[in-house]
Nanobody
Framework: QVQLVESGGGLVQAGGSLRLSCAASGRSYIHYGMGWFRQAPGKEREFVAAISWSGDNTYYADSVKGRFTISRDNAKNTVYLQMSSLKHEDTAVYYC?????????????????WGKGTLVTVST
């Protein structure tokens, strides 16, 4: 069992930055890929970014490429999402998740464990 707790969300003006953190506890997660997903009001949950267990490989949705950066610190059991040049359309609840064994890292169906999410609101 893995517990995930997201933090760092809040209200920010368009063009601003935020850094989200996801702290993992329970079973060691360092051998698993991690992902960030988001869900805006009235929309389906969507992939944002993901990182391999080693940190060597990262993946981004086209909508955030060049603006968001995912990273991880396995010594601290934490994964981060640095968000810059935020847009109103980035407003959503952001969730971190742990990849299941052998499942797609960019798909919500490939995740075994989820946090409860943190709200990011970008004002115009």
């Amino acid at each position: 069992q893995v517990q995930l707790v997201e933090s760092g969300g809040g209200l920010v003006q368009a063009g601003g930055s935020l850094r989200l953190s996801c702290a993992a506890s329970g079973r060691s997660y360092i051998h698993y890929g991690m992902g960030w997903f988001r869900q805006a009001p009235g929309k389906e949950r969507e992939f944002v970014a993901a990182i391999s267990w080693s940190g060597d490989n990262t993946y981004y949705a086209d909508s955030v490429k060049g603006r968001f950066t995912i990273s991880r610190d396995n010594a601290k059991n934490t994964v981060y999402l640095q968000m810059s040049s935020l847009k109103h359309e980035d407003t959503a609840v952001y969730y971190c998740a742990v990849q299941g064994a052998g499942t797609p890292i960019t798909s919500i169906y490939g995740m075994d464990y989820w946090g409860k999410g943190t709200l990011v609101t970008v004002s115009t």
